[in-house]
DNA sequence: CAGGTCTTATGATTCAGATCATACAGAACG
DNA sequence: CGTTCTGTATGATCTGAATCATAAGACCTG
Protein backbone atom coordinates (compact mmCIF):
# COMPACT_ATOMS: atom_id res chain seq x y z
CA UNK A 1 0.00 0.00 0.00
CA UNK A 2 2.83 2.53 1.33
CA UNK A 3 5.48 2.30 -1.38
CA UNK A 4 8.52 0.74 0.13
CA UNK A 5 10.97 3.61 -0.87
CA UNK A 6 8.71 6.23 1.24
CA UNK A 7 8.39 3.57 3.92
CA UNK A 8 12.57 3.67 4.24
CA UNK A 9 12.39 7.41 4.44
CA UNK A 10 10.28 7.22 7.52
CA UNK A 11 12.51 4.24 9.02
CA UNK A 12 10.58 1.53 8.52
CA UNK A 13 12.39 -1.35 8.84
CA UNK A 14 11.87 -5.01 8.25
CA UNK A 15 10.92 -8.77 10.39
CA UNK A 16 10.48 -11.97 9.23
CA UNK A 17 7.86 -14.78 11.13
CA UNK A 18 7.73 -18.03 10.79
CA UNK A 19 4.53 -19.90 10.02
CA UNK A 20 1.78 -20.24 13.05
CA UNK A 21 3.84 -17.48 14.84
CA UNK A 22 1.89 -14.65 16.64
CA UNK A 23 2.57 -10.97 15.76
CA UNK A 24 0.73 -9.41 18.30
CA UNK A 25 -1.80 -10.48 20.55
CA UNK A 26 -5.21 -8.99 21.60
CA UNK A 27 -5.03 -6.85 24.28
CA UNK A 28 -1.59 -5.42 23.46
CA UNK A 29 -1.28 -1.55 22.71
CA UNK A 30 -0.38 -0.61 19.17
CA UNK A 31 3.10 1.16 18.56
CA UNK A 32 3.44 0.46 14.91
CA UNK A 33 2.24 0.47 11.53
CA UNK A 34 2.75 -2.77 9.59
CA UNK A 35 2.41 -3.86 5.84
CA UNK A 36 2.93 -7.10 4.17
CA UNK A 37 6.37 -7.49 2.35
CA UNK A 38 5.78 -11.47 1.35
CA UNK A 39 3.17 -13.59 3.01
CA UNK A 40 0.05 -14.04 4.75
CA UNK A 41 -1.66 -13.47 8.00
CA UNK A 42 -4.81 -13.86 9.79
CA UNK A 43 -6.45 -11.49 12.51
CA UNK A 44 -8.04 -14.06 14.72
CA UNK A 45 -10.69 -13.34 17.50
CA UNK A 46 -11.60 -16.18 20.36
CA UNK A 47 -15.37 -17.21 21.53
CA UNK A 48 -15.34 -17.87 25.18
CA UNK A 49 -15.00 -21.67 24.61
CA UNK A 50 -11.85 -20.81 22.31
CA UNK A 51 -13.57 -21.29 18.77
CA UNK A 52 -11.78 -18.92 16.29
CA UNK A 53 -13.03 -16.02 14.22
CA UNK A 54 -11.08 -14.78 11.43
CA UNK A 55 -11.62 -11.07 10.72
CA UNK A 56 -9.68 -11.21 8.12
CA UNK A 57 -6.71 -12.10 5.81
CA UNK A 58 -4.14 -9.22 4.76
CA UNK A 59 -1.38 -10.43 1.68
CA UNK A 60 1.84 -8.88 0.29
CA UNK A 61 1.41 -5.18 -0.29
CA UNK A 62 -1.23 -4.68 2.18
CA UNK A 63 -1.82 -3.09 5.88
CA UNK A 64 -3.32 -4.79 8.72
CA UNK A 65 -3.95 -3.75 12.27
CA UNK A 66 -4.35 0.18 12.03
CA UNK A 67 -7.54 0.72 13.67
CA UNK A 68 -5.64 0.21 17.44
CA UNK A 69 -3.05 2.64 15.89
CA UNK A 70 -5.31 5.77 14.83
CA UNK A 71 -7.35 4.73 17.92
CA UNK A 72 -5.37 4.19 20.74
CA UNK A 73 -7.58 1.12 21.56
CA UNK A 74 -6.05 -2.63 22.15
CA UNK A 75 -5.95 -5.12 19.44
CA UNK A 76 -9.06 -6.37 19.36
CA UNK A 77 -7.50 -9.46 17.23
CA UNK A 78 -4.40 -11.71 17.03
CA UNK A 79 -2.37 -11.50 14.40
CA UNK A 80 -0.71 -14.61 13.35
CA UNK A 81 1.32 -15.60 10.21
CA UNK A 82 -0.27 -17.80 8.06
CA UNK A 83 2.99 -18.90 5.98
CA UNK A 84 6.34 -17.70 6.61
CA UNK A 85 5.92 -13.85 6.79
CA UNK A 86 8.12 -10.72 5.88
CA UNK A 87 6.66 -7.85 6.98
CA UNK A 88 7.23 -4.22 7.04
CA UNK A 89 7.09 -2.02 10.53
CA UNK A 90 7.12 1.63 11.28
CA UNK A 91 6.86 3.43 14.66
CA UNK A 92 3.62 5.29 15.21
CA UNK A 93 5.38 8.31 15.43
CA UNK A 94 6.70 8.13 12.11
CA UNK A 95 3.47 6.74 10.71
CA UNK A 96 1.36 9.74 11.88
CA UNK A 97 4.27 12.32 10.43
CA UNK A 98 4.07 9.91 7.10
CA UNK A 99 0.61 10.41 6.71
CA UNK A 100 0.28 13.87 7.52
CA UNK A 101 2.89 14.65 4.55
CA UNK A 102 1.38 12.58 2.20
CA UNK A 103 -2.70 13.44 1.92
CA UNK A 104 -2.63 10.73 -1.19
CA UNK A 105 -1.58 7.60 1.22
CA UNK A 106 -3.55 9.01 3.86
CA UNK A 107 -6.76 9.06 1.69
CA UNK A 108 -5.44 5.32 0.18
CA UNK A 109 -5.21 4.54 4.50
CA UNK A 110 -8.74 5.46 4.53
CA UNK A 111 -10.19 3.26 1.61
CA UNK A 112 -8.15 0.43 3.58
CA UNK A 113 -10.56 0.67 6.23
CA UNK A 114 -13.48 1.33 3.97
CA UNK A 115 -12.94 -1.78 2.56
CA UNK A 116 -12.42 -3.48 5.65
CA UNK A 117 -15.93 -2.00 6.86
CA UNK A 118 -17.82 -3.11 3.24
CA UNK A 119 -16.42 -6.58 4.06
CA UNK A 120 -17.88 -6.29 7.33
CA UNK A 121 -21.30 -5.01 6.90
CA UNK A 122 -21.72 -7.94 4.16
CA UNK A 123 -20.41 -11.02 5.73
CA UNK A 124 -22.32 -9.47 9.19
CA UNK A 125 -25.69 -9.90 7.21
CA UNK A 126 -25.07 -12.52 5.67
CA UNK A 127 -24.27 -14.46 8.65
CA UNK A 128 -27.21 -13.07 10.28
CA UNK A 129 -29.39 -14.22 7.59
CA UNK A 130 -28.08 -16.51 4.63
CA UNK A 131 -28.39 -20.53 4.28
CA UNK A 132 -25.04 -22.09 4.37
CA UNK A 133 -24.48 -22.27 0.99
CA UNK A 134 -24.75 -18.62 0.02
CA UNK A 135 -23.00 -17.75 2.66
CA UNK A 136 -19.82 -20.16 1.39
CA UNK A 137 -20.55 -19.32 -2.15
CA UNK A 138 -20.02 -15.48 -1.48
CA UNK A 139 -16.97 -16.13 0.52
CA UNK A 140 -15.48 -18.14 -2.46
CA UNK A 141 -16.47 -15.52 -4.93
CA UNK A 142 -15.15 -12.26 -2.65
CA UNK A 143 -11.61 -14.55 -2.20
CA UNK A 144 -11.58 -14.83 -6.06
CA UNK A 145 -12.79 -11.23 -6.66
CA UNK A 146 -10.10 -10.16 -4.08
CA UNK A 147 -7.23 -12.11 -5.47
CA UNK A 148 -7.60 -10.22 -8.56
CA UNK A 149 -7.89 -13.41 -10.63
CA UNK A 150 -8.43 -13.40 -14.58
CA UNK A 151 -8.80 -16.41 -16.60
CA UNK A 152 -8.76 -20.01 -16.06
CA UNK A 153 -10.12 -22.01 -12.53
CA UNK A 154 -9.18 -19.99 -9.45
CA UNK A 155 -8.44 -22.55 -6.64
CA UNK A 156 -9.55 -21.12 -3.29
CA UNK A 157 -6.46 -21.33 -1.04
CA UNK A 158 -7.96 -21.89 2.03
CA UNK A 159 -8.74 -24.97 4.16
CA UNK A 160 -12.22 -26.03 4.88
CA UNK A 161 -11.67 -25.13 8.94
CA UNK A 162 -10.52 -21.91 7.92
CA UNK A 163 -13.63 -20.79 5.05
CA UNK A 164 -15.65 -22.06 8.57
CA UNK A 165 -13.63 -19.31 10.89
CA UNK A 166 -14.62 -17.12 8.57
CA UNK A 167 -18.02 -17.71 8.16
CA UNK A 168 -18.89 -18.53 11.56
CA UNK A 169 -19.91 -22.24 10.86
CA UNK A 170 -18.62 -26.05 11.75
CA UNK A 171 -16.02 -27.46 9.68
CA UNK A 172 -18.27 -30.56 8.83
CA UNK A 173 -21.41 -28.07 7.49
CA UNK A 174 -18.49 -26.00 5.01
CA UNK A 175 -17.86 -29.50 3.59
CA UNK A 176 -20.97 -30.93 3.18
CA UNK A 177 -21.91 -27.19 1.96
CA UNK A 178 -18.95 -27.18 -0.31
CA UNK A 179 -20.12 -30.97 -1.57
CA UNK A 180 -23.78 -29.19 -2.71
CA UNK A 181 -21.92 -26.53 -4.39
CA UNK A 182 -20.58 -29.27 -6.11
CA UNK A 183 -23.52 -31.31 -6.99
CA UNK A 184 -25.15 -27.68 -8.20
CA UNK A 185 -22.08 -27.34 -10.91
CA UNK A 186 -21.02 -23.95 -9.02
CA UNK A 187 -17.39 -25.42 -8.19
CA UNK A 188 -14.95 -28.47 -9.06
CA UNK A 189 -13.41 -30.25 -6.48
CA UNK A 190 -10.05 -31.87 -7.85
CA UNK A 191 -7.55 -33.65 -5.35
CA UNK A 192 -10.00 -32.02 -2.43
CA UNK A 193 -9.37 -28.32 -4.27
CA UNK A 194 -12.18 -26.13 -4.71
CA UNK A 195 -11.72 -24.70 -8.14
CA UNK A 196 -14.32 -21.88 -9.65
CA UNK B 1 -17.85 15.61 14.70
CA UNK B 2 -17.25 18.66 12.49
CA UNK B 3 -17.88 21.71 14.20
CA UNK B 4 -20.63 23.74 12.63
CA UNK B 5 -18.57 26.42 11.99
CA UNK B 6 -16.22 24.56 9.57
CA UNK B 7 -19.53 22.64 8.16
CA UNK B 8 -20.49 26.15 7.11
CA UNK B 9 -16.92 27.51 6.09
CA UNK B 10 -17.27 24.65 3.45
CA UNK B 11 -20.46 25.55 2.42
CA UNK B 12 -22.72 22.40 4.21
CA UNK B 13 -26.69 23.05 3.82
CA UNK B 14 -29.32 21.50 6.59
CA UNK B 15 -31.91 19.28 5.55
CA UNK B 16 -34.81 18.14 7.69
CA UNK B 17 -36.17 14.65 7.53
CA UNK B 18 -39.59 13.23 9.19
CA UNK B 19 -39.63 9.78 10.94
CA UNK B 20 -39.06 6.65 8.66
CA UNK B 21 -38.06 8.54 5.91
CA UNK B 22 -35.10 6.98 3.42
CA UNK B 23 -32.32 9.33 3.17
CA UNK B 24 -30.39 7.47 0.36
CA UNK B 25 -30.92 3.85 -0.57
CA UNK B 26 -27.95 0.78 -0.96
CA UNK B 27 -26.88 1.36 -4.37
CA UNK B 28 -26.97 4.74 -4.91
CA UNK B 29 -23.74 6.58 -5.23
CA UNK B 30 -22.49 9.03 -2.63
CA UNK B 31 -22.26 12.48 -3.43
CA UNK B 32 -22.21 14.09 -0.20
CA UNK B 33 -20.68 14.17 3.47
CA UNK B 34 -23.49 13.37 6.48
CA UNK B 35 -23.39 14.30 9.65
CA UNK B 36 -26.42 14.46 11.94
CA UNK B 37 -27.49 18.04 14.07
CA UNK B 38 -30.70 16.29 15.66
CA UNK B 39 -32.24 13.28 15.93
CA UNK B 40 -30.99 9.26 14.73
CA UNK B 41 -30.49 7.35 11.89
CA UNK B 42 -30.11 3.31 11.31
CA UNK B 43 -28.26 1.72 8.48
CA UNK B 44 -30.16 -0.97 7.09
CA UNK B 45 -29.52 -4.35 5.06
CA UNK B 46 -31.49 -6.71 3.59
CA UNK B 47 -31.74 -10.56 3.49
CA UNK B 48 -32.91 -11.95 -0.07
CA UNK B 49 -36.05 -12.74 2.27
CA UNK B 50 -36.56 -8.96 3.53
CA UNK B 51 -35.01 -9.27 6.64
CA UNK B 52 -33.79 -6.41 7.79
CA UNK B 53 -30.06 -6.34 9.84
CA UNK B 54 -29.16 -2.77 11.66
CA UNK B 55 -25.66 -2.33 10.87
CA UNK B 56 -25.16 0.69 13.02
CA UNK B 57 -27.53 3.28 14.61
CA UNK B 58 -25.78 7.38 14.60
CA UNK B 59 -26.86 10.27 16.76
CA UNK B 60 -26.74 14.24 16.95
CA UNK B 61 -23.37 15.02 16.24
CA UNK B 62 -21.95 11.78 14.56
CA UNK B 63 -21.26 11.52 10.94
CA UNK B 64 -22.63 8.51 8.36
CA UNK B 65 -22.08 7.30 5.11
CA UNK B 66 -18.48 8.05 4.48
CA UNK B 67 -17.19 4.55 3.12
CA UNK B 68 -18.62 5.00 -0.06
CA UNK B 69 -17.87 8.50 -0.42
CA UNK B 70 -14.08 7.45 0.27
CA UNK B 71 -13.89 4.58 -1.98
CA UNK B 72 -16.47 5.17 -4.78
CA UNK B 73 -18.15 2.31 -4.11
CA UNK B 74 -21.99 2.56 -4.19
CA UNK B 75 -24.04 2.34 -0.65
CA UNK B 76 -24.01 -0.46 1.18
CA UNK B 77 -26.78 0.04 2.88
CA UNK B 78 -29.95 2.04 2.88
CA UNK B 79 -30.05 4.94 5.65
CA UNK B 80 -33.42 5.83 7.26
CA UNK B 81 -34.83 8.56 9.85
CA UNK B 82 -35.32 6.80 13.16
CA UNK B 83 -37.00 9.55 14.35
CA UNK B 84 -37.24 13.31 13.00
CA UNK B 85 -33.82 14.26 12.04
CA UNK B 86 -31.55 16.64 11.03
CA UNK B 87 -28.45 16.72 9.04
CA UNK B 88 -25.79 18.74 7.90
CA UNK B 89 -24.55 17.80 4.36
CA UNK B 90 -21.73 18.79 2.44
CA UNK B 91 -20.82 18.09 -1.27
CA UNK B 92 -17.94 15.63 -1.68
CA UNK B 93 -15.24 18.41 -3.13
CA UNK B 94 -16.31 20.26 -0.65
CA UNK B 95 -15.52 17.65 2.00
CA UNK B 96 -12.37 16.26 0.50
CA UNK B 97 -10.72 19.72 0.44
CA UNK B 98 -12.21 19.99 3.96
CA UNK B 99 -10.11 17.26 4.94
CA UNK B 100 -7.40 18.16 2.93
CA UNK B 101 -7.17 21.54 5.06
CA UNK B 102 -7.79 20.16 8.52
CA UNK B 103 -5.39 17.00 9.00
CA UNK B 104 -6.87 16.81 12.94
CA UNK B 105 -10.47 16.90 11.38
CA UNK B 106 -8.95 14.09 8.89
CA UNK B 107 -8.16 11.76 12.17
CA UNK B 108 -11.14 12.20 13.81
CA UNK B 109 -12.44 10.76 10.54
CA UNK B 110 -10.21 7.90 10.77
CA UNK B 111 -11.13 7.41 14.22
CA UNK B 112 -15.00 7.01 13.58
CA UNK B 113 -14.32 4.43 11.02
CA UNK B 114 -11.63 2.46 13.47
CA UNK B 115 -14.75 2.21 15.74
CA UNK B 116 -17.11 0.97 13.76
CA UNK B 117 -14.68 -1.56 12.80
CA UNK B 118 -14.34 -2.61 16.46
CA UNK B 119 -17.82 -2.66 16.96
CA UNK B 120 -18.43 -5.04 13.78
CA UNK B 121 -15.62 -7.25 14.84
CA UNK B 122 -16.74 -7.46 17.56
CA UNK B 123 -20.69 -8.52 16.77
CA UNK B 124 -19.11 -10.48 13.91
CA UNK B 125 -17.21 -12.73 16.77
CA UNK B 126 -20.80 -12.83 18.89
CA UNK B 127 -23.26 -13.55 16.24
CA UNK B 128 -21.03 -16.55 15.13
CA UNK B 129 -20.73 -17.80 18.71
CA UNK B 130 -22.47 -16.59 21.29
CA UNK B 131 -25.76 -17.97 22.90
CA UNK B 132 -28.69 -15.31 22.37
CA UNK B 133 -27.75 -14.09 26.31
CA UNK B 134 -24.39 -13.53 25.88
CA UNK B 135 -25.46 -11.50 22.40
CA UNK B 136 -28.00 -9.15 23.90
CA UNK B 137 -26.11 -8.26 27.07
CA UNK B 138 -22.98 -7.24 24.75
CA UNK B 139 -25.41 -4.95 22.66
CA UNK B 140 -27.07 -3.60 25.72
CA UNK B 141 -23.94 -2.78 27.58
CA UNK B 142 -22.45 -1.36 24.38
CA UNK B 143 -25.71 0.69 23.72
CA UNK B 144 -25.11 2.26 27.75
CA UNK B 145 -21.05 2.98 27.10
CA UNK B 146 -21.92 4.93 23.76
CA UNK B 147 -24.53 6.80 25.34
CA UNK B 148 -22.28 8.33 27.70
CA UNK B 149 -24.74 7.33 30.37
CA UNK B 150 -23.43 8.06 33.89
CA UNK B 151 -25.39 7.48 36.96
CA UNK B 152 -29.12 6.24 37.75
CA UNK B 153 -30.61 3.56 35.58
CA UNK B 154 -29.92 3.35 31.81
CA UNK B 155 -33.13 3.00 29.66
CA UNK B 156 -32.42 0.85 26.29
CA UNK B 157 -33.25 3.30 23.88
CA UNK B 158 -34.89 0.20 21.27
CA UNK B 159 -37.53 -1.84 20.97
CA UNK B 160 -37.40 -5.31 21.28
CA UNK B 161 -37.29 -5.87 17.46
CA UNK B 162 -34.51 -3.30 17.05
CA UNK B 163 -32.12 -5.22 19.06
CA UNK B 164 -32.81 -8.34 17.06
CA UNK B 165 -32.27 -6.54 14.12
CA UNK B 166 -29.16 -5.78 15.34
CA UNK B 167 -27.99 -9.10 16.69
CA UNK B 168 -29.42 -11.28 13.91
CA UNK B 169 -32.04 -13.16 16.00
CA UNK B 170 -35.62 -13.46 15.76
CA UNK B 171 -37.54 -10.58 18.00
CA UNK B 172 -39.52 -13.79 19.37
CA UNK B 173 -35.78 -14.46 20.71
CA UNK B 174 -34.89 -11.70 22.37
CA UNK B 175 -38.23 -10.94 23.96
CA UNK B 176 -37.66 -14.55 25.98
CA UNK B 177 -34.35 -13.54 26.34
CA UNK B 178 -34.19 -10.29 27.93
CA UNK B 179 -36.97 -12.25 29.62
CA UNK B 180 -33.46 -14.41 30.85
CA UNK B 181 -32.08 -11.11 31.58
CA UNK B 182 -33.87 -10.07 33.88
CA UNK B 183 -34.69 -13.07 35.64
CA UNK B 184 -31.14 -13.04 36.51
CA UNK B 185 -30.85 -10.01 38.04
CA UNK B 186 -28.76 -8.08 34.76
CA UNK B 187 -31.88 -6.19 33.51
CA UNK B 188 -34.95 -4.94 34.99
CA UNK B 189 -38.11 -4.23 33.10
CA UNK B 190 -40.68 -1.68 34.21
CA UNK B 191 -43.39 -1.02 31.77
CA UNK B 192 -41.66 -2.94 29.08
CA UNK B 193 -38.39 -0.68 29.22
CA UNK B 194 -35.54 -2.60 29.89
CA UNK B 195 -33.45 -1.13 32.07
CA UNK B 196 -29.63 -1.53 33.41
C1' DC C 1 9.72 -43.08 0.11
C1' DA C 2 7.43 -44.33 4.41
C1' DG C 3 5.29 -42.82 8.43
C1' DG C 4 2.91 -39.37 10.78
C1' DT C 5 -0.06 -35.39 10.79
C1' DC C 6 -3.50 -32.67 9.09
C1' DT C 7 -7.48 -32.24 6.24
C1' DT C 8 -11.55 -34.02 4.23
C1' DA C 9 -15.50 -36.95 4.30
C1' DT C 10 -19.49 -39.49 6.10
C1' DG C 11 -23.12 -41.14 9.21
C1' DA C 12 -26.10 -40.83 13.25
C1' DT C 13 -28.18 -38.11 16.79
C1' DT C 14 -29.54 -33.99 19.36
C1' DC C 15 -31.60 -29.69 20.55
C1' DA C 16 -32.04 -24.69 20.48
C1' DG C 17 -33.55 -21.05 17.83
C1' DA C 18 -36.86 -20.35 14.10
C1' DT C 19 -41.50 -20.57 12.85
C1' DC C 20 -46.32 -20.10 13.38
C1' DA C 21 -50.32 -18.82 15.92
C1' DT C 22 -52.68 -16.21 19.28
C1' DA C 23 -53.38 -12.93 23.09
C1' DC C 24 -52.16 -8.86 25.97
C1' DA C 25 -50.26 -4.11 26.84
C1' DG C 26 -48.64 0.44 25.67
C1' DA C 27 -48.40 4.23 22.40
C1' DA C 28 -50.22 7.09 18.89
C1' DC C 29 -53.78 9.42 16.49
C1' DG C 30 -58.10 11.65 15.49
C1' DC D 1 -60.80 9.74 25.47
C1' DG D 2 -61.75 5.90 22.46
C1' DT D 3 -60.01 3.36 18.72
C1' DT D 4 -56.37 1.62 16.17
C1' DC D 5 -51.82 0.32 15.60
C1' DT D 6 -47.48 -1.24 17.17
C1' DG D 7 -44.90 -3.66 20.37
C1' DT D 8 -44.55 -7.39 23.79
C1' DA D 9 -45.55 -11.92 25.44
C1' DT D 10 -46.51 -16.87 25.42
C1' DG D 11 -47.18 -21.61 23.77
C1' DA D 12 -46.59 -25.40 20.58
C1' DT D 13 -44.07 -27.46 16.88
C1' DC D 14 -40.41 -28.03 13.52
C1' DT D 15 -35.91 -28.43 11.44
C1' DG D 16 -31.30 -27.96 10.14
C1' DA D 17 -26.77 -26.97 11.87
C1' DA D 18 -24.10 -28.54 15.69
C1' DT D 19 -22.21 -32.36 17.89
C1' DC D 20 -19.99 -36.66 18.20
C1' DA D 21 -17.73 -40.60 16.27
C1' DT D 22 -15.14 -42.82 12.81
C1' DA D 23 -12.76 -43.50 8.36
C1' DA D 24 -10.26 -42.11 4.11
C1' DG D 25 -7.12 -39.07 1.54
C1' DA D 26 -3.55 -35.47 0.86
C1' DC D 27 0.42 -33.29 2.51
C1' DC D 28 4.60 -32.79 5.17
C1' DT D 29 8.76 -34.29 7.29
C1' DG D 30 12.78 -36.98 8.14
Given at each position: ?114 ERLRYKSKILTS ?6 ENRVWWLINYLK ?5 QSGKFAVPLTRQ ?35
Open positions: MIPEKILKQYEAFRISFRKDVMIFLEGEQALHYFQLEAGSIKMITRSDEGQEFIQGISYAGESFGEPPLLCNFPYPSTAYAMVDTTIWKLRKEKFFDLIKDHFEIHLKLDQVLCIAFDDPNKSGHQIADMVGMRVETVIRTVKKLEDSGKVRLVNHKILV
